[in-house]
């Protein structure tokens, strides 16, 4: 099993970054720069490019609606070409909130916008001219095709790779059933091992029955909060900020993907209490009415026998990338990636 780093959305970067260099030298495999609402990944993915040497580094992940399809790809392309190769193209839809409250783009289609804009990208790299009569994004535009303006373009740079991979973050049924279809890689957020087949099993089987054999088997990334240790009890709490966030802010009821993850868990008279006091601007009490067994199923925190055992069960799930947050200081958050790496080997 791989292991790799997701870096959070907002602290001292530089600080991260240097974080990076030693977790690279611990032989972690990945590190994924997230986007909401903050920074936006690609600078600081050029940045971390220029500060590592062998690490694989990964957007985690940037929004499809907030880029045009070429865009991403020149982006993904002017990544991987500084890292000498070592980048993942990671997208997602994001949500109501962010795309159309902070971008004021309309939230609409996602899964077949998704779908398209993995194939722009895709003939961007090879170098093609392109053009595309999607139902979402038409290149040249109709009206200007036979004029100057509507020839079609290839990029100028040769791109390291013609097929850079995509990873994609899914929740619903049918975004994962997409991503297990067309992606090299998928990103699900809060995954509990034990109820993951019941709850992605029948769409990721259906997306694979339409995979096409060259895009290889399906890195599955998931991400966890960590530390290992006889006495880091404590640091649940520390993990239940994030999901408080997530179960109660990040969407309006009704409209919350991740409210409804946890319902599907079986925590939804508590995923409602979260999401009623969140929105009800009492956000302490939601963090602290989020149940410890909720934050125990999607993380690795526990002395080192017990999260061995956690990671045979995300193994035993099908992951075959973690993606972990150490919950720690500087010190710490080393001795844990340290111990993941040995665990993992």
């Known amino acids: 099993m791989r292991t790799g780093i997701f870096l959070g959305y907002a602290g001292g970067f530089r600080e991260a970054a240097e974080q990076v260099v030693e977790f690279e030298k611990l032989g972690v495999d990945i590190a994924l720069v997230p986007e909401a609402y903050s920074f936006d990944a690609i600078s600081q993915l050029g940045y971390l490019a220029a500060k590592t040497e062998t690490i694989e580094l990964g957007s985690g992940v940037v929004p499809i609606y907030t880029r045009t399809p070429s865009l991403l790809a020149m982006s993904a392309a002017g990544v991987d070409y500084v890292s000498d190769g070592r980048f993942r193209l990671g997208i997602g ?167 409804s993850l946890a319902t599907r868990y079986g925590f939804g008279e508590a995923a409602d209490r979260i999401q009623d006091l969140y929105l009800a601007g009492r956000k302490e009490e939601a963090v602290a009415a989020v149940p410890d067994d909720l934050v125990r199923s999607v993380s690795l925190v526990g002395p080192r026998g017990y999260v061995k055992e956690r990671i045979a069960a995300f193994a035993e799930s099908g992951v075959t990338t973690l993606l972990v947050h150490p919950l720690g200081n500087e010190r710490e958050s080393l001795a844990y990636v340290e111990e993941l790496v040995a665990l993992t080997r």
């Open 93 to 259: 839809t994001s949500g109501p909130q962010v795309v159309e409250g902070f971008h004021g783009v309309p939230f609409d289609a996602p899964m077949g916008r998704t779908r398209e804009v993995v194939e722009i990208c895709r003939q961007v790299w090879r170098r093609e001219k392109v053009t595309y009569d999607g139902r979402h994004y038409q290149l040249p535009l109709p009206a200007d095709r036979g004029t100057g303006l509507g020839k079609p373009l290839q990029l100028i740079n040769h791109p390291v790779r013609e097929r850079i991979p995509i990873t994609i973050a899914a929740l619903g049924p049918q975004n994962v059933q997409l991503t297990a279809e067309i992606a090299e890689g998928w990103q699900p957020v809060f995954y509990s091992p034990e109820k993951a087949d019941e709850v992605w099993g029948d769409a990721l089987r259906a997306g694979f029955a339409k995979r096409d054999p060259a895009l290889g088997d399906l890195d599955i990334m998931v991400s966890a909060s960590l530390a290992i240790g006889d006495d880091v009890e404590d640091r649940l709490a520390w993990a239940k900020p994030q999901l408080a966030l997530y179960l109660g802010g990040m969407g309006a009821r009704g409209k919350n993907f991740y409210h």
